[in-house]
């Protein structure tokens, strides 16, 4: 216990943070690397969990007063090889056992340019999307902002999310760290534990002036000999496509119109190298 209590300081003192605010669990045991937080407190208030009209869902992270992020394979549909359509999709910030703070539907998203679901091991760099809202959240929900910067591995980090094991309330790990880049810093590895419900989760690193930032997005893991290795795709890469695309006025992909729609969060099979979910 005083060990994990140490690791624990240590964490927050890299983010910048006095403290995590932990909750008791509602139901069952939570490992030692993951604890119950308390959704209605910065940083936890901007991570929610996005559903498709058939109940499946991922983590995601409010970015803008209208705008969410997450992994663009949570909103692929594998059966019908097509993008659930923006329409079938539904946000909802600080979820805890069936309670939240907000709820909104998405009207459009754009993703990561070139990614291909049944190319993953190829595009995987490019899961990313970031979904626009049809509201806006209330003012009192503090977006996080995209870390502009590669921090160096070893640099403290931790995840927060909806993992499937206790999927209606959100853990954290605050006892990792961002490990190398690779692929031309178009991803890199970290140490926070890849879980399945996890994809889109944000990992966060401390910023100045006692801020939390997102320094990439859980997308999947990937390992051989049962070495399993978490993969990230970094902020900085997001926050870049999408200042070109702006420039391009041209949207990587903007989804809409009807569509079958499946859960891929919930299939989470190898694809190539990866297993994502």
């Not at 509201?135 to 499937?164: H, R, V, W």
């Not at 190398?180 to 401390?206: M, N, Q, W």
Request: hydrophobic share 45%.
């Amino acid at each position: 216990m005083l060990g994990q209590t140490l690791r624990r300081a240590l964490a927050l003192a890299a983010l910048g943070i006095s403290a995590i605010v932990a909750m008791p669990a509602e139901a069952g045991e939570i490992d030692a690397h993951r604890e119950a937080v308390d959704v209605t407190k910065y940083p936890w208030s901007a991570i929610g969990k996005l559903y498709n009209e058939t109940g499946a869902a991922c983590t995601a992270v409010i970015v803008g007063r209208d705008k969410v992020l997450t992994a663009a394979h949570c909103i692929f549909n594998y059966r019908t090889q097509r993008f659930i359509p923006a329409q079938a999709l539904h946000f909802l910030a600080g979820y805890n056992v069936g309670r939240y703070s907000a709820h909104a539907r998405v009207a459009a998203y754009t993703i990561g340019g070139g990614f291909d679901p049944l190319r993953y091991d190829a595009t995987s760099s490019a899961d990313w999307a970031i979904l626009t809202l049809t509201e806006l959240l209330p003012q009192d929900i503090e977006p996080l902002k995209l870390d502009s910067n590669i921090a160096p591995s070893g640099t403290k980090a931790m995840i927060a999310g909806y993992p499937e094991d206790r999927a209606f309330a959100m853990t954290a790990d605050a006892d990792c760290e961002l490990r190398e880049a690779i692929e031309g810093g178009k991803l890199f590895f970290h140490t926070c534990r890849g879980i399945d419900g996890y994809s889109g989760a944000p990992i966060l690193v401390g910023a100045a002036d006692n801020l939390i930032k997102i320094a990439g997005i859980q997308i999947a893991t990937t390992g051989s000999d049962g070495t399993q290795r978490v993969l990230a795709v970094p902020a900085r890469s997001i926050e870049q496509a999408l200042l070109l695309d702006e420039e391009k006025s041209t949207p990587a992909l903007v989804a809409g119109g009807p569509s079958t729609l499946y859960a891929i969060n919930n299939m989470a099979g190898d694809i190539g190298a990866f297993a994502v979910g």
